[in-house]
């Protein structure tokens, strides 16, 4: 079975999609496939159907859609070739157990646990001052993600806490990508993502910071000196805050250094 829910959800089962239409069917399936291989308790799955609220019929409606599921599952099995070992069914995938349903994809591939080791891969090359490699497999793991997790879901709540989770591990990724590409020397390349970047996240500091060390290493000090600015005048506005040390500390090596004597980043 291969799992994607960095962006739109298809899960398939011998390359023939499994995902229904149906609203809550999909949230069922797409919550299973984020906690691939781990018990998932149907609290959970009613909580993520019906909130706060969930009707009487709970239990019985979420054992329906587990049997939808579980149709689709065995539609797709069928289509599969005959091998050695014994074939599995759709309750093998679909699994039921005395907590709850655990979805088995099988070691089938799964975008957010190869998410999860090329990045924790990338962090040990950055560790390790292997930036290259550092870039190389941080870019790959990026690459992964074709829109918002679960993009096409109406989420509920444990669905939402999913997906910021998996988005604030991108945004984690994404950043230290970018100090290893600053670290290279890539600053005139980074510029224009940059650019983008810190207007998407107007109140991200640590981008601001990188968007300000390659304006500056760019010639650019001007402009470095405008994203503190707007930034600080966002924070104060909105949140009441100012830059944090670190920030701070980039404008004031800015305004008193030239771009040689400026540090890598982090």
Same mark, same amino acid.
């Given at each position: 079975?291969? %799992?994607?829910?960095?962006?739109?959800?298809?899960?398939?089962?011998? !390359?023939?999609?499994?995902?229904?239409?149906?609203?809550?069917?999909?949230?069922? @399936?797409?919550?299973? #496939?984020?906690?691939?291989?781990?018990?998932?308790?149907?609290?959970?799955?009613?909580?993520?159907?019906? =909130? !706060?609220?969930?009707?009487?019929?709970?239990?019985?409606?979420?054992?329906?859609?587990?049997?939808?599921?579980?149709?689709? %599952?065995?539609?797709?099995?069928?289509?599969?070739?005959?091998?050695?070992?014994?074939?599995r069914t759709a309750k093998? *995938?679909?699994?039921?157990?005395?907590?709850?349903? @655990?979805?088995?994809?099988? =070691?089938?591939?799964?975008?957010?646990? #190869?998410?999860e080791s090329l990045t924790?891969?990338?962090?040990?090359?950055?560790? !390790?001052?292997?930036? +290259?490699?550092?870039?190389?497999?941080?870019?790959?793991?990026?690459?992964?993600?074709?829109?918002?997790?679960?993009?096409?879901?109406? +989420?509920?709540?444990?669905?939402?806490?999913?997906?910021?989770?998996?988005? /604030?591990?991108?945004?984690?990724?994404?950043?230290?990508? %970018?100090? +290893?590409?600053?670290?290279?020397?890539r600053h005139r390349e980074?510029?224009?993502?940059?650019?983008?970047? *810190?207007?998407?996240?107007?109140?991200?500091? $640590?981008?601001?910071?990188?968007?300000?060390?390659?304006?500056?290493? $760019?010639?650019?000090? $001007? /402009?470095?000196?405008? #994203?503190?600015?707007?930034?600080?005048?966002?924070? *104060?506005? !909105?949140? =009441?805050?100012?830059?944090?040390? /670190?920030?701070?500390?980039?404008?004031?090596? %800015?305004?008193?250094?030239?771009?040689?004597?400026?540090?890598?980043?982090?």
């Open positions: 079975m291969s %799992i994607k829910v960095l962006g739109a959800l298809d899960v398939r089962e011998n !390359d023939v999609s499994v995902v229904p239409t149906a609203r809550k069917p999909r949230q069922v @399936l797409a919550l299973l #496939a984020f906690h691939a291989g781990q018990v998932v308790a149907p609290d959970w799955l009613a909580e993520e159907l019906w =909130g !706060d609220k969930p009707p009487r019929s709970a239990r019985t409606t979420l054992q329906t859609y587990v049997l939808q599921l579980r149709e689709r %599952i065995a539609a797709a099995l069928e289509q599969g070739g005959s091998g050695d070992a014994p074939p093998d *995938v679909l699994v039921t157990t005395p907590g709850g349903y @655990l979805l088995d994809s099988a =070691g089938g591939a799964d975008d957010v646990r #190869a998410f924790q891969a990338g962090y040990r090359a950055m560790e !390790d001052g292997d930036f +290259a490699g550092a870039a190389r497999g941080l870019r790959e793991a990026l690459e992964l993600w074709t829109g918002p997790a679960f993009a096409d879901v109406r +989420a509920g709540r444990r669905l939402q806490e999913a997906a910021e989770q998996l988005e /604030e591990a991108r945004l984690c990724a994404l950043d230290r990508r %970018i100090e +290893a590409d600053l670290r290279l020397g980074l510029v224009a993502e940059l650019t983008v970047l *810190v207007n998407r996240y107007p109140t991200h500091e $640590s981008l601001c910071g990188q968007y300000m060390l390659a304006l500056e290493r $760019s010639g650019r000090r $001007s /402009e470095a000196l405008e #994203a503190y600015r707007r930034l600080r005048t966002t924070l *104060v506005r !909105d949140l =009441g805050l100012e830059p944090a040390a /670190e920030l701070r500390r980039i404008q004031r090596l %800015i305004l008193t250094s030239g771009p040689d004597e400026l540090p890598g980043p982090g």
